[in-house]
């Protein structure tokens, strides 16, 4: 019967997972360790608006459970020690330097975890990896936990997350299935995989627990991801053909979503997919196929990764080009900055991208986000520019609403789909602009006819 659980890493994953397991689980004392003080200082937070991560319903499980059986907390080595069971949800990047640069995970941070566990544990653990990892890995994790001196047994679980952000909360609470892979031949196996699944049982029915062996586990992750980006780009490369062929994207997904062999989930065009996890998932993935020498399932996945950058481009390119190809000293509206709605997380977000490209263009950006900081679009502009704060500050303008961002503006452009941008009044809004007023939707979020007739040039994508 597990009765404390440590999870390291206090990220969008660690910390709503955590705070469901402890809401479900009062009888479980969950303690949530970083070792990013900032972080935790602000999981802490007496204000709930200054949580770290933004998910919609977050802060009132949080409000529930903390300082009841849900602590967040620095102290790593205490939190392993006291612990039965250990979630390792560290982040896994794609590395930047070395062997593997610019596509295999980077595994340093995994490997840490490893060791310190091996160094700080006293008593036998359960250590379930919740990290999205490369095929393989438990057997690493298996030999550093090995080299412990403290006499300790280790049994090894992968139980990879499938949560999305911005519904991880319902996501979490109702999920399509929870996969559990371990040793299932042996009776420790037996009884680690028992364990975890126990915690699951106290709101997820049995029948939705998968039990796989662990290479099934690590690998199932990367194809989810990898299947659902595949989706993304597939319909994607059709509202390239949509554009040039008067047919409608939306209504070519919507008539083949209807076949339930294919599905309607997931056929959203769009400027391209971003998230922290698509793009490093299908690259680690292309990086485990070429290290088996399997070059052309390489290149199928890769693709994915090529298609995406293409409709980003493609994108940035047309409203530069319908803008009477040059965009030099206009004001833009960038709506959007996280990659997708109801999350403060703008990482690989496509508007760093498709900014970064009408930089390139000299447009003069003035942009505005519900939920992400000015301070997190300067440091996402500083990296993929080049140019320092200073610079940055004197040509692009950040707003915190988006009251007094359209006076004078020559077009609006639409990168993330938050549900505020299609209530705003776009009658005033176009007579605040110049003539003539351009709206590129890079989310279809809003009607077109409606648009035309405000008398806006209006762009969606794929029609
Ligand atoms: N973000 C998402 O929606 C999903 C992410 N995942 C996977 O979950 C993992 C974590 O992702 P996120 O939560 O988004 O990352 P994140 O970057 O938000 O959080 C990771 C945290 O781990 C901490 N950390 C790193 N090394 C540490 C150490 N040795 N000791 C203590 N803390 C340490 C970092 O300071 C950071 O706060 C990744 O492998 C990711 O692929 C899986 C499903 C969904
Ligand atoms: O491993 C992960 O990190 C997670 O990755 C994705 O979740 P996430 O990246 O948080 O968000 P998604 O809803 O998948 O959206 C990813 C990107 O695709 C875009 N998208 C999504 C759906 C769609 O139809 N069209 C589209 O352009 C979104 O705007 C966003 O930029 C998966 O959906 C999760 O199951 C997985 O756990």
Known sequence: MIKSICCIGAGYVGGPTMAVIALKNPHIKVTVVDVNQDRINAWNSQDLDLLPIYEPGLADIVAKTRNVNLFFSTNVDE??????????????????????????????????????????????????????????????????????????????????????????????????RVLIGGDYHT????????ALSGIYL??????????????????????ANAFLAQRIASVNAMSAICEVTE??????????????????????????????????????????????????????????????????????????????NTVSGKKIVLLGWAFKKDTNDSRESAAIDIANYLIEEQ?????????????????????????????LQEKIHVYNSAEAIFNNAHAIVILTEWDEFKTYNYIDIK?????????????????????HQIGFQYYGIGK
């Open 79 to 176: 939190a392993i020690d006291q612990s039965d069971m250990i979630f390792i949800s560290v982040n896994t990047p794609t590395k930047t330097y070395g062997i593997g640069k610019g596509m295999a995970a980077d595994l340093k941070y995994i490997e840490l975890c490893a060791r310190q566990i091996a160094r700080v544990a006293t008593t036998d653990k359960i250590v379930v990896e919740k990290s999205t990892l490369p095929v393989r890995t438990a057997s690493t994790i298996k030999s550093i936990l090995k080299q412990s001196h403290n006499n300790v047994k280790f049994e090894i679980l992968s139980n990879p997350e499938f949560l999305a952000e911005g519904t991880a909360i319902t996501d979490l609470l109702n999920p399509d």
């Open 202 to 223: 106290n709101w997820v029915t049995g029948d939705k627990i998968i039990t796989t062996n662990i290479w099934s586990s690590e690998l199932s992750k990367l194809t």
């Open 363 to 391: 447009a003069e950006l003035h942009i505005y986000d519900p939920k992400v900081t000015a301070q997190q679009i300067f440091s996402d502009l500083e990296r993929i520019t080049g140019d320092n704060l200073q610079q």
């Open 247 to 324: 047919a409608n994207v939306d209504e070519v997904a919507y008539a083949i979503g209807k076949d339930t062999r294919i599905g309607e989930k997931f056929l959203k065009a769009s400027v391209g997919f971003g998230g922290s996890c698509f793009q490093k998932d299908i690259l680690n993935l292309v990086y485990i196929a070429k290290s088996f020498g399997l070059n052309e399932v390489a290149d199928y996945w890769e693709q994915v990764i090529l298609m995406n950058n293409y409709q980003k481009k493609r994108f940035a390119q047309k409203v530069v080009q319908k803008m009477f």
């Open 431 to 451: 007579n605040q602009m110049l003539e003539p007023a351009f709206i590129f939707d890079g989310r279809n979020i809003l009607n077109p006819a409606e648009m």
């Open 187 to 194: 009776e420790d196996g037996k009884n680690a995989i028992a």
